[in-house]
Nanobody, 114 residues
Framework: VQLQASGGGLVQPGVFLRLSCAASESIFSFNVMGWYRQAPGKQRDLVAAITNGGFTSYADSVKGRFTISRDNAKNTVLLQMNSLKPEDTAVYYC?????????WGQGTQVTVSS
């Protein structure tokens, strides 16, 4: 499974970005897909996840601002990020859990700065 993340960029505080993760094959049977982020000098943390049943979970720091969704027909997972803050600055990685295996995308940089 290959995952291609896109949509990052340099934005000002308060605006939005939408990240997209495209899978190389059908995601219908992927157990969980998620977005993680890693800021310089910090560990990689879970931002949001969505199961193949559509259940979602979010880090407390992004609840109410970020929304994860999956489009099984397009083999993509989206992360809508609203009201961005400087502390959201990080490299964002998409991931997929397929059975007992975990796959990672290459990461996309999100920088929030005035």
């Amino acid at each position: 499974v290959q995952l291609q993340a896109s949509g990052g960029g340099l934005v000002q505080p308060g605006v939005f970005l939408r990240l997209s993760c495209a899978a190389s094959e059908s995601i219908f049977s992927f157990n969980v897909m998620g977005w993680y982020r890693q800021a310089p000098g910090k560990q990689r943390d879970l931002v949001a996840a969505i199961t193949n049943g559509g259940f979602t979970s979010y880090a407390d720091s992004v609840k109410g601002r970020f929304t994860i969704s999956r489009d099984n027909a397009k083999n993509t997972v989206l992360l809508q990020m609203n009201s961005l803050k400087p502390e959201d600055t990080a490299v964002y990685y998409c991931s997929a859990r397929v059975g007992s295996r975990i796959f990672w995308g290459q990461g996309t940089q999100v920088t929030v700065s005035s």
